[in-house]
């Protein structure tokens, strides 16, 4: 059973940056592509960014885009999101996603969500 847990969320003043983290589980980790999805209160869930399993293609959402970076050690079976210059629109729960395949497919499996909240 695949599981994926997310870890270092929490409260950021705008600018201010975090880092998630999201250990994976019960999966051939390195030979799957995976994301970072967001959903905000009253919102529908998002996109946030892509990357795949060897981590040389990476993709953003234009709202993070230059802000946000994800990465991943596949040693460690652990997916990342490293957040800079942090906006208070980016107040959302962050899902770490695992795809169908190396370089893509639907999202066959979701985290719990870490919460990130910003805020003057």
């Known amino acids: 059973q695949v599981q994926l847990v997310e870890s270092g969320g929490g409260l950021a003043h705008p600018g201010g940056s975090l880092r998630l983290s999201c250990v994976a589980s019960?999966?051939?980790?390195?030979?799957?592509?995976m994301s970072w999805y967001r959903q905000a209160p009253g919102k529908e869930r998002e996109v946030v960014a892509f990357?795949?399993?060897?981590?040389?293609?990476?993709n953003y959402s234009d709202l993070v885009k230059d802000r946000f970076t994800i990465s991943r050690d596949n040693a460690k079976n652990t997916l990342y999101l490293k957040m800079n210059s942090l906006r208070p629109e980016d107040t959302a729960v962050y899902f770490c996603?695992?795809?169908?395949?190396?370089?893509?497919?639907?999202?066959?499996?979701w985290g719990q969500g870490a919460q990130v909240t910003v805020f003057s």
């Open positions: 996603t695992k795809h169908l395949w190396a370089h893509g497919g639907r999202a066959t499996d």
């Open positions: 019960g999966c051939t980790f390195r030979q799957t592509a």
């Open positions: 990357i795949r399993s060897t981590g040389e293609y990476t």
